[in-house]
């Protein structure tokens, strides 16, 4: 299996798709700016490096998640993402 590459953004955000032992994946990096990202699968998104202030699409206040933090978001939906600093993360998808 070859990993699949993901560019969005303008190369702003890359991603690079697996398989874990038990779920598809994406490890990637987000340059500093603002970001609206749909979701079709149950999302787990851990911070690796950095940090993500998120604002979900049912909600109106955002919350920052520093390295070692996870959040969750519905599938079918959306989620607005800051980022101040260079910032890495994981993504677990539930089908």
């Known amino acids: 299996m070859s990993f ?7 190369g ?7 398989q874990t032992a038990t779920l598809p994946a994406t490890v990637g990096v987000m340059e500093v ?3 609206t990202f749909g979701t079709e699968a149950y999302e787990y ?4 490096s950095g ?3 998120v604002k ?3 909600t ?6 520093n390295a070692g933090e996870t959040f969750e978001v519905e599938a079918n939906s959306s989620f607005d993402v800051k980022v101040v600093v ?3 993360y994981l993504c677990l998808y539930k089908k």
């Open 86 to 88: 260079q910032t890495a």
């Open 51 to 53: 940090s993500l202030t």
């Open 45 to 48: 998104m851990t911070v690796v």
């Open 33 to 35: 700016g603002e970001y």
């Open 4 to 10: 699949q590459a993901n560019e969005y953004f303008d």
């Open 60 to 65: 109106t206040e955002w919350k920052t998640y």
């Open 56 to 58: 979900l699409v049912d």
């Open 12 to 18: 702003n955000v890359k991603s690079i798709a697996f």
